[in-house]
């Protein structure tokens, strides 16, 4: 009986730590991280809540259905600016299309993290040899979205992704899919993507998957008005290199012109509480622009500020 009772309390004490190493025995172990990083002021403001509700330009990072969902008369340009860790800089730019004969819309588009040059340090010369290095990732690619009936739209997107450090480069290539469905009540959306669906990447001798990503979320209207709306948003995502992650986020707008936001990232390691601000103006007789900007807390990181604009014409 007793040798039962000390067995049963050694389980009880290891399982909860195998439990947790099941959790966080892939971080480290998966390539191309920067393609995590979130795109736009307008998602990064609502806390990355943003699957179910993309529905401009960006969505060819959160959800390629989303483009479809654009005027098919009017085309779109987005340019997008975040401060990162460590003096690293953030930028992507996409710009979304619609031809005629052919229904639904195209983007093409491209990321990229870079850092400002560094100076190479030898073991003989530790101040500097006077040449300097740099290291950056940058993904390119096309995305096609169409809407198959007046409530669901499905995307595609096709990326080729490059690293490069000093004189050494590698690429790869991936997919991501997205679906958005209007469900027809309270203005409720319900959106899944997965991303980053591809091969391994090698650099020099040392091979790592790109990690694939399976977002589903849905958004509703809270309260609506003549003059003012409030939007909540809930989304799931599944990392395969650490635990499942929740974002919440809701963006109130005020006559279509002032949009304030926030949002909070659950069982992050480095993202917690966001919020923004946007603003929607004229720019031409026929043209419209959108000024977005987000804040997000990095914790022990410091913080990460975005910058947006898009133009429609």
Do not use: C
């Not at 710009?95 to 229904?103: L, Q």
């Not at 690293?163 to 959106?191: C, E, P, R, W």
């Amino acid at each position: 009986m007793k040798r039962h009772i000390a067995t049963a309390a050694l389980a009880a004490l290891l399982l909860p730590g195998l439990a947790h190493a099941d959790i966080f025995e892939k971080v480290g172990t998966f390539g191309g991280q920067f393609l995590k990083i979130s795109v736009g002021a307008r998602g990064a403001g609502m806390g990355g809540a943003y699957v179910a509700m993309a529905d401009e330009a960006t969505s060819v990072f959160w959800n390629a259905a989303g483009i479809a969902r654009l005027d098919p008369d009017k085309s779109q340009l987005s340019l997008n600016h975040a401060t990162w860790p460590a003096e690293l800089s953030f930028e992507q730019v996409g710009y979304v299309f619609h031809m005629k004969r052919i229904p639904g819309a195209f983007a093409v588009h491209a990321r990229a993290l870079t850092m400002a040059p560094m100076e190479v340090t030898t073991a003989f010369q530790p101040t500097g040899t006077g040449q300097t290095f740099d290291a950056g990732m940058l993904a390119a690619g096309v995305t096609y979205a169409r809407s198959f009936t007046d409530k669901f739209s499905a995307g595609l997107t096709a990326n080729m992704i490059h690293t490069g450090l000093a004189d050494l480069s590698q690429q790869t290539f991936s997919v991501d899919l997205g679906t958005l469905y209007d469900v027809g009540a309270a203005g409720m959306k319900i959106g899944m993507a997965i991303q980053n669906i591809g091969s391994q990447e090698k650099f020099i001798d040392r091979e790592a998957r790109i990690p694939s990503i399976f977002r589903v979320g849905t958004s509703a209207t809270l309260l609506g008005g003549a003059d003012s709306r409030l939007v909540g948003s809930f989304e799931f995502s599944h990392p395969p290199d650490n635990s499942e992650r929740v974002n919440v986020g809701a963006e109130y707008s005020f006559r279509k012109y002032l949009f304030l936001r926030g949002g909070y990232a659950f069982n992050y390691d480095s993202e917690g509480v966001a919020g923004g601000v946007g603003f929607h103006f004229p720019v031409s007789v026929a043209g419209m622009a959108d000024m977005d900007y987000s804040y997000t807390d990095m914790l022990d990181l410091g913080s990460s500020q975005r910058l947006s604009l898009r133009f429609s014409f």
